[in-house]
């Protein structure tokens, strides 16, 4: 990718979070399809279809949110923000939890430290999963709570 092409995609991704923070999501989502159409498949930067699953999943579009992620988890399986909103639009989707608990596995296989626990837990909660938040803030280290 050419450096103007990086930093037009950079530019456009800085203001498509700024559109999903001001809550115009439809905006943000209409701005980042443009800058993936523009950009080839193994040239894509990370986040882009990290905040296309944000705004697609705040406009509901949760089968569009869960395929943008699991891209996202694709090609950046480090990003462990993305396993935890893949997560939640699953437990909107009302998908098992073992779904849900696999994810979650996967992210810390991903990322194995005690961020990515207490990141599984706190997304565990979030879904009011207190029983399942627990089991995973016992394996985040104590000095990191």
Known sequence: MSGDRGAELSAALL??????????????LALLDAAKRGVAERDLAPDLDFLRGDALARLGRYPEAQAAFEAEIRRFPRN?????????????????????????????????????????????????????ASRWLRRAPPASR
Do not use: C, W
């Open 80 to 132: 462990t923000q993305t396993y935890s909103r893949l997560a939640i639009v699953l437990g909107l989707e009302h998908r098992p939890i073992r779904e849900i608990d696999r994810l979650l596995e996967a992210m810390y296989a991903a990322v194995p430290t005690s961020q990515t626990a207490e990141l599984a837990s706190n997304t565990l909660k979030s879904m009011g999963d207190a029983q399942g």
């Open 15 to 28: 203001r498509a979070e700024v559109l999903v923070r001001r809550e115009r999501f439809a905006d943000a």
